[in-house]
Structures are given as structure tokens and as C-alpha cells.
């Protein structure tokens, strides 16, 4: 390479975008380390020239050292395997109804989904996102299942449902860096075979599993709201809102098709975090690179969905003042917060969030906006002494940054005298006092000589 071509504007501003990015990607790439994700993906995912692609970053994930258990759908296939049979499949509630004459040609189905994905994560040639890859993959009777049985007078015959998970199998395979790929179909005790719900399946294998996170690749564009916009994230009561606003007439419409699939990744997202897993991730398969741009940029491309400490954070009110107070007061003492008046809090009650358990406030946190220098300050964060092992400082965090940016707001700061590390681990660099907006410049207390440090909101 010559000195030209080194120098090359266009070459070095790729070069630049690309290390950014890459030094931006290194926080989650840590945090994503060892954890245990589980990735549903459908029948039709696979039947699209865009499913190497997909493969390619689960592959990719294996190498950042994250644990993948995959299961996948074949409802497309095994709808085509029955009609080159000239059988008319019956659906009841949406679920297939499976006569026990149609388990061979729902098995043979199945297998072909499962060797082909299989095929795909074998390869390794040259000049390939697979390259050099050499990922093992594990299938086995993971799943045990039971009849689904007669609902409202309906013999679903051979579907089924699940009954248990045998996480200790996949766990020790996941300890082995081996991918676990599970196809819909489960195993009963007494040697009989059924079809399963692939997304039934995910739900209780991340919940057996204890999974960091559960993600649903969907065949609709996003989960959105009334206008249209993304819905970035969503605690429990709000995606059974979702639910319950979205409900569309039963028709085969493709748009109500796609609703029915976001209430029922909705559903079971709410199910996942009621038994355990900390956040369900629901991204739309015709974005290219979704699962990456979801798991390794600060704002993601999907809708998160998560029931820890979102279950109770919410926009304070007035009644929760005497909680605030309570929480604050021997931090005040220590010289760690401003010490601020009942009064004062009253006014500024709307700008705070509090998290909430059992009717105790163990956290909080407020914004203040300056629009004109279009910046914003983090103040009074604060989490009880018996809380603070489980990331509740962060979360109220991530959510006063998503304020924020929905307020076109480009950089947040905040003062502090003792918890500048914890700031500076989270991406925060002290700056100067005269950076601060001229409003807070003028309230700026020369006695506590508090640090200032800032955050660019990108």
C-alpha cells in the first residue's frame, strides 16, 4: 500500500467510522460475555436468501464469547410438506390442529429446517463472515411434552404443549461452547411425539435456563405506536396495553396476521419476565444486521421488554415525596446530594423517576432540561443502601438518557462529589464548570465544589 492511499480522505474517514463504531461496540461486547442468550427465528426466516445473514451474526455472537441456544420455527414447511400431501391443514386459535397420521410428514419437515440450519452454521470457507468459525452444533430431546389436549370442545391430537426443559443438558453443552439449536417438537415419557409452538418452546427454555435475555425475531416490521414510531421499550403493564389496544378482527389479512404475531411475542416476552428472564428483545427480520445493531449500540433497533426494575420505575408524583425524602435524607447528611426542601421537591416532582417496591421508593433520579444549549443535568440520583447489587443505578440511568433524547437533548451532565468513578465507568468525562449552561453556571455551589462531568447523547 502506497502513501497515497494511506492518506486517502475517503479511506481514513471509513477507517475512522469504523474504529468509532467498533470502540463504541466494546462496552456490550464485555457486558454480553458469558451470558445465555435464547433466539427464536421462524420457519419463514429460513426460507430467505437473507437467513445467512442472520446466521453469520449469531455465528458471530458465539465468537464474542456469547452462550446461543437457537430454536426455530417450520410452520411454512410443514404447511408445504401437507399440501404436496394433499392434506388440508385445520387451524383452531391459530394453533395447528395435528392428527396423528400427519406426525410423519410434520417429522420430516422439521428435520429439513433443522439439518438445513444446521448446514448453514458448518460453513467456513474463505473470504466469508464464516470463516475459520468451527461452530459445534447440538440438537437432542431436550424438551418434554404433553397433549395440548380438548380446548372448547377442539381434539388438538398430536400438538402439544411444553412440560419441561432439561436445562441442565443444554447448560452443560453451553458450557462446552457448543450452539444449541431446538426444534419445535417435544418428547412425552410414554415415547409419543408432538408438535410444538417454537415460540412456547424459547419462553420456557429462557426461563428454565435463567436466560440473560430472550429475543424474538419477528416476521413484522416493529412494534410500534399509534403514530407509527418505534416503541423502544416497554415494561409489563405497557405491552399488555399494547396488546389490549391492537386486538384486531379475525381475519387472514396479512396486517392482521402480523398483529396476532406481535401480541403473541408480547405475551410471551410479559411471560418470560414474570419467570425470571431480565429482557426480551423483539426485532423485526427485515432490518439486515438487526440482531447486532440491537445487542451492541446504546440505542438499539428493536423494543425491549423487561419487567425488573421497570415494573416499578415510573414518573413520580406527589404522594411519593415523603418516599423521596426518606430515600435521600442520610445521603444529604453525608454531603453526598444537595440537601433540597419539601418544597422544593414539590416543584419539581414531574421531573423525577422513582422505582418502587412494595410501596417503598428505593430509587430515584430527576432531569432538568436547558433547550436553548440543548443539554440536560442528571441530579439526585440516588438507590437505598439495600438495593444497589442489582443494577437499579443503571436502569434509572438508561431511562433519564431516553428522556432525553426524546427531547433532541445532545448532552447530559451531572455534579458530583463521590461517585465520579461510577459516572466515568459509564461513559461520562469530567469537564468544566464552564461548560455548564448559563442557568446552572449561575446556581453552581463554590462551597461543595462538586466536579462536573458530561455525556454526548449520540
Known amino acids: 500500500m502506497d502513501k497515497k492511499t494511506i492518506n486517502n480522505p475517503v479511506n481514513n474517514a471509513i477507517s475512522s467510522g469504523h474504529v468509532d463504531w467498533f470502540r463504541q461496540s466494546a462496552p456490550y461486547i464485555h457486558a454480553h460475555r458469558g451470558r445465555t442468550f435464547v433466539i427464536l427465528f421462524g420457519g419463514e426466516a429460513v426460507e430467505q436468501e437473507s437467513f445467512a445473514h ?40 391459530n394453533l ?5 397420521e400427519h406426525m410423519p410428514a410434520v417429522e420430516q419437515a422439521v428435520g429439513q429446517v433443522r439439518m438445513g440450519i444446521e448446514a448453514k452454521l458448518s460453513m467456513g470457507l474463505p473470504n466469508t463472515p464464516m470463516a475459520g468459525a468451527s461452530v459445534r452444533v447440538v440438537s437432542g430431546n431436550f424438551v418434554t411434552a404433553q397433549p395440548y389436549g380438548i380446548r372448547n370442545g377442539v381434539d388438538y391430537c398430536q400438538t402439544g404443549n411444553v412440560r419441561s426443559v432439561d436445562a441442565g443438558a443444554i447448560n452443560q453443552h453451553l458450557k462446552n461452547n457448543n450452539v444449541v439449536l ?12 408432538f408438535n410444538l409452538r417454537a415460540e412456547e ?11 440473560d435475555k430472550l429475543i424474538f425475531v419477528m416476521e ?3 412494534v410500534t405506536d399509534k403514530d407509527g414510531g418505534l416503541l423502544q421499550q416497554l415494561n409489563l403493564p405497557q405491552a399488555e396495553a399494547w396488546s389490549n389496544n391492537h386486538r384486531s378482527k379475525k381475519d387472514n389479512s396479512e ?13 410471551n416476552a410479559a411471560q418470560a419476565c414474570r419467570g425470571g428472564v431480565r429482557r ?9 444486521g438487526a440482531l447486532l445493531l440491537e445487542l451492541y449500540t446504546r440505542d438499539g433497533i428493536g423494543t425491549l421488554v423487561t419487567a425488573e426494575n421497570y415494573e416499578g420505575l415510573r414518573t413520580a408524583v406527589i404522594d411519593d415525596i415523603g418516599g423521596i425524602m426518606e430515600l435521600i435524607s442520610p445521603l444529604e447528611k453525608e454531603g453526598v446530594l444537595v440537601k433540597r426542601s419539601r418544597e422544593q421537591l414539590e416543584l419539581d416532582i414531574e421531573n423525577f423517576t422513582v422505582i418502587e417496591r412494595d410501596g417503598m421508593i428505593i430509587a430515584c433520579a430527576a432531569i432538568f432540561t436547558f433547550a436553548e444549549s440543548e443539554s440536560a443535568e442528571l441530579a439526585c440520583l440516588a438507590v437505598h443502601k439495600d438495593y444497589q447489587v442489582h443494577g437499579r443505578g443503571d436502569d434509572l440511568l438508561q431511562h433519564i438518557e431516553w428522556q432525553a433524547r426524546k427531547k433532541h437533548i445532545k448532552k447530559l451532565f451531572t455534579l458530583t462529589t463521590q461517585a465520579m468513578h461510577w459516572f466515568i465507568e459509564r461513559g461520562f468525562v469530567e469537564c468544566s464548570t464552564s461548560d455548564l449552561p448559563i442557568e446552572k453556571k449561575s446556581l453552581y455551589n463554590y462551597q461543595r465544589n462538586s466536579k462536573a462531568y458530561c455525556k454526548k447523547l449520540v
Not at 182 to 193: D, F, K, L
Not at 255 to 267: D, F, I, P, V
Open 182 to 193: 431446538i426444534s419445535p417438537i417435544g418428547y412425552s415419557p410414554s415415547g409419543e411425539i
Open 201 to 211: 418452546i424459547a419462553t420456557e427454555t429462557a426461563i428454565a435456563l435463567n436466560a
Open 96 to 100: 395447528r390442529i395435528t392428527l396423528n
Open 220 to 222: 413484522s416490521n416493529h
Open 255 to 267: 396486517t392482521a396476521n402480523k398483529t396476532l404475531e406481535t401480541q403473541s411475542h408480547l405475551n
Open 54 to 93: 442472520l446466521i453469520h451474526d449469531i455465528t458471530l455472537l458465539g465468537s464474542l464469547g456469547v452462550r446461543v441456544v437457537l430454536v426455530h420455527g417450520a410452520r411454512p414447511q410443514i404447511e408445504q410438506q401437507l399440501n404436496t400431501l394433499s392434506i388440508k391443514s385445520k387451524f383452531s386459535d
Open 280 to 288: 426480551v428483545h423483539l426485532l423485526s427480520r427485515q432490518t439486515d
